[in-house]
C-alpha cells in the first residue's frame, strides 16, 4: 500500500460499499480505510462480514456492517436505513456486489432470469435509489460507482444472464449520470478483467486457463484485487472531479 495514493478529499467522508466482505469489495474497504474514510456495507455473509469488521477495526476504521440479501429489495432498504442512520448520509456509494455463477442459455427458466437479474443489476438501482436522498439533501456531491465487468465486451459465453446484466449497468450509470449530475454526483463504471479474487481461484482459475487469459491481455500479469480498489477510491476522490457517466476498464488491455 505504500506505492499507492492518499487522497486528502476522501478524508473523514463515509462510504457505502455492496458485497464488502470478499474478494474486490473487501479491498475496497480496506482501501478506503486506509483513506481515513468512514465505512458501511452490506453483504449476506455474516460471517465473512463479521471477520472484515473485527479486520477493519482493528486498523483504525469506523466500520457499520448491515446484513441483506440485495436480491431482497426490502432488506436492501432497510440495510442502507440502518446504515444512514448510523453513519449519515453517505458521499459515495459502490454498487459492487454480484455473483458470476455460470449458466447455459438452454437451461433458464424465467425464475431463474428473474433471480441472475435481482443478484448482478437490480440492487444497483435500488441501492442508488436508497442513498441518492440523502446524498442530495447533505449538498456535498458525491461519486457513486456501479461495478461492471468486461466479460460481455469480451463475448464471453457460458453466463449469458450475467453478461446481459453487466452491459445493462453501462446504461445504468449514463441514465443516473444525467439525473445525478445538476447535484454534483458523478456515476462511473469500473470495468474489471479477470481479478484473481478467492473465488475465482477456488472455482475457475486453472494454469491453463488463466495462461491462455494472460495470453490476451496485453500485460500478462493476473490482475490483483486490489488495482480494481484503486481504480474506485480515485473515481471518488476529488481528482475525478470532472468524470461522469464514464467506463474505467481495469483488464490488463485484455481483447
Ligand atoms: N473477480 C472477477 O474476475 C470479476 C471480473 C469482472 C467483474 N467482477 C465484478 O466485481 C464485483 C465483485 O466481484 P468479486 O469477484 O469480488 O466477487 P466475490 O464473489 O469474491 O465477492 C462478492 C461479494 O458480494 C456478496 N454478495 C453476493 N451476492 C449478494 C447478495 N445477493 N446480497 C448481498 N451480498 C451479496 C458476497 O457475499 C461477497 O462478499 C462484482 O460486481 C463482479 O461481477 C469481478
Known sequence: ??????????KGKTVFVTGGASGIGADILRGFAD???????????????????????????????AQADLRDIAALKAAFASLIKTLGAPYA?????????????????????????????RHMFFATQAVAPA????????????MGSNSWWEASGG????????????????SFARDLG????RVNTVVPGWIMTER?????????????????????NPIAPEYVART????????????????????????
Open 93 to 121: 456509494l459502490v454498487n459492487n456486489a454480484a455473483r458470476d455463477d455460470r449458466h447455459g442459455w438452454e437451461d433458464v427458466t424465467e425464475e431463474y432470469y428473474d433471480e441472475r437479474i435481482a443478484t448482478n443489476l
Open 182 to 185: 445538476p447535484h454534483r454526483i
Open 135 to 146: 446524498m442530495i439533501e447533505a449538498g456535498q456531491g458525491g461519486a457513486i460507482v456501479n
Open 1 to 10: 500500500m505504500a506505492e499507492f495514493a492518499i487522497y486528502p478529499s476522501l
Open 35 to 65: 483513506q481515513g474514510a468512514r465505512l458501511g456495507f452490506v453483504d449476506l455473509d455474516a460471517t465473512g462480514s463479521a471477520s472484515r469488521v473485527a479486520e477493519l477495526e482493528e486498523a483504525g476504521s469506523e466500520v457499520a456492517f
Open 200 to 220: 475465482q481461484k477456488e472455482l475457475w482459475v486453472t494454469k491453463e486457463a488463466l495462461d491462455r487469459h494472460l495470453a490476451r491481455q496485453c500485460l500478462k
Open 159 to 174: 453466463m449469458p444472464i450475467y453478461t446481459t446484466s453487466k452491459a445493462a449497468v453501462h446504461g445504468m450509470t449514463r
Open 232 to 255: 474506485v477510491i480515485w473515481l471518488c476522490s476529488k481528482d475525478a472531479a470532472m468524470c461522469t457517466a464514464s467506463n474505467f476498464f481495469v483488464d490488463g488491455g485484455s481483447v
